[in-house]
């Protein structure tokens, strides 16, 4: 659906004045989409982050995603149109159990998946994205035991990955990605038979082990747009598709529904909305305000992530 006219100009103007950028996730409503000065995965959104010259910065994703965008500009103003945009990973990894784990296993890293809150971040010793997980852990010395947190398919596909025998994994999942049923995914193969299946890692395992490709969303876009098939059943949240048909116009794709809502949507992801981004822009509130200390300690982890090629 395209953007009325009247909310779109509004937002452009307002992103003049307010000298914003936009950036927005691959999950967000196409309309969103269509108005974002970039549209990225976790790991290209904290990169053109940091890269940013401008005021203000519009985040359209959820509250960790701006969390680390805050990190990163410290001196800027990062707003996002609904506080409630969360994450069930974040949820699922409060910060105690993890202070208490770093006292009593002080040799072990902590690598932390970005989808975790700013006070788990403060904790950790790196972070990854989906994109660069494998690498990230391949950077720590072999020797060293690591905990790996907070998503379990994640880990389970890292440590497969990686063959690493010393890690920990935190048991946290996507409320999408995780209820995505192998069952379904069996089925629509066997309803499009010409389809490659394209899958996230955080899905269950049983999933992933019938994908031809697994990937961050970024590189689930650019991996059906580089193949020569036609078709693909693309595991991940169903945003992804206005990337894909914009990349890739002839080409067919095909989502699953998982168990949670039928549907193949974030919850989190979909109640930023075009009115409530303008009244961010307006207002510029919902503002990301955080705790200078706490960004200092997780400006440490962050750059480490960045810093790995
Ligand atoms: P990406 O790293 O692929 O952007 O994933 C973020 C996310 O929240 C997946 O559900
Ligand atoms: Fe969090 Fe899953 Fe939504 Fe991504 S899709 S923001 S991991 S709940």
Redesign the pocket.
């Known amino acids: 659906m395209l953007a009325t006219a009247t909310i779109a100009d509004e937002i452009l103007d307002l992103k003049k004045q307010r000298r914003a950028i936009l950036l927005a996730?691959h999950?967000q409503e196409s309309e969103i989409q269509e108005l974002a000065d970039v549209i990225g995965d976790s790991l290209e959104l904290a990169r053109k982050a940091r890269d940013f010259s401008g005021e203000v910065i519009a985040f359209c994703?959820?509250w960790?995603m701006a969390e680390t965008a805050k990190v990163l500009n410290p001196h800027r103003m990062v707003v996002v149109p609904d506080r409630g945009a969360?994450?069930?990973?974040?949820d699922s990894c409060p910060v105690e159990p993890i202070r208490e784990f770093r006292r009593r296993n002080p040799d072990h890293v902590i690598v932390s998946y970005i989808?975790t809150s700013i006070e788990v971040k403060a904790e950790s010793d790196i972070l990854c994205t989906s994109r660069n997980a494998v690498k990230i852990v391949n950077s720590i010395p072999r020797e060293k035991p690591v905990l790996f947190l907070p998503?379990i398919n994640l880990g389970n596909y890292v440590k497969k990955e990686t063959g690493r025998e010393n890690m920990q994994i935190w048991p946290g999942a996507?409320?999408?990605?995780a209820t995505f049923p192998a069952r379904r995914l069996a089925e629509s193969r066997l309803e499009h038979p010409a389809a490659l299946v394209a899958a996230h890692p955080?899905c269950p395992e049983t999933v992933l082990a019938m994908a031809d490709f697994i990937g961050s969303t970024s590189a689930i876009l650019e991996w059906c747009s580089a193949s020569d098939a036609e078709e693909f059943i693309v595991m991940?949240?169903s945003g992804i598709r206005h990337s894909l048909v914009r990349q890739a116009p002839r080409k067919r794709f095909y989502f699953v529904a998982n168990e949670n809502c039928n549907c193949s949507e974030?919850?989190?992801?979909k109640l930023n909305t075009l009115e409530k981004l303008r009244d961010c822009l307006f207002r510029l509130e919902p503002r990301v305000e955080l705790a200078a200390e706490t960004m200092r300690r997780a400006l440490v982890p962050l750059e480490r992530m960045l810093a790995v090629k």
């Open positions: 996730h999950y994703g959820v960790f969360g994450c069930s990973l974040v989808n998503d996507c409320i999408v990605h955080e991940t949240e974030c919850p989190y992801m």
